[in-house]
Nanobody, 116 residues
Framework: QARVVESGGGLVQPGGSLRLSCICSGSIFSIYAMRWYRQAPGRQRELVAAITRGGGSDTADSVKGRFIVSGDTAKDRVYLQMNSLKPEDTAQYFC??????????WGQGIQVTVSS
C-alpha cells in the first residue's frame, strides 16, 4: 500500500520562507497528479498547487507569485516552496496523491504557522 508523507513545516516570521516536501513510498504503480491543499481553523480546505503526470503545474491565485510547486510524479515527490509568507498562510498543509485517475491518498498533514 502506498504512503504519503509530508515534511518541512514549522514556525516562520512574516516575510520568511519554508519548503514543504511530499514523498510517496510503498507499492506505487503510477501517479497521475500530486496536489497541495491547506486548511485553516474554521475554513474549508483549499487547493494551493498541483503537478500532473503530463508535466503540468499550477498554483492558486491566492499564492501565485509567492509559492512555487515543483517535483516529478515519476519520482513520487512534490515540493512547495513558500516565499514571502503572510499570517494568512497559516494552516495545516496536506499532500494528496492520485494513484489512479479517480482516487488517491492523503498525507497526515503538516502545520505551517506564520507569526512574529
Amino acid at each position: 500500500q502506498a504512503r504519503v508523507v509530508e515534511s518541512g513545516g514549522g514556525l516562520v516570521q512574516p516575510g520568511g520562507s519554508l519548503r514543504l516536501s511530499c514523498i510517496c513510498s510503498g507499492s506505487i504503480f503510477s501517479i497521475y497528479a500530486m496536489r497541495w491543499y491547506r486548511q485553516a481553523p474554521g475554513r474549508q480546505r483549499e487547493l494551493v498547487a498541483a503537478i500532473t503526470r503530463g508535466g503540468g503545474s499550477d498554483t492558486a491565485d491566492s499564492v501565485k507569485g509567492r509559492f512555487i510547486v515543483s517535483g516529478d510524479t515519476a519520482k513520487d515527490r512534490v515540493y512547495l516552496q513558500m516565499n514571502s509568507l503572510k499570517p494568512e498562510d497559516t494552516a495545516q498543509y496536506f499532500c494528496h496523491v492520485n494513484f489512479t485517475p479517480q482516487g488517491g491518498e492523503w498525507g497526515q498533514g503538516i502545520q505551517v504557522t506564520v507569526s512574529s
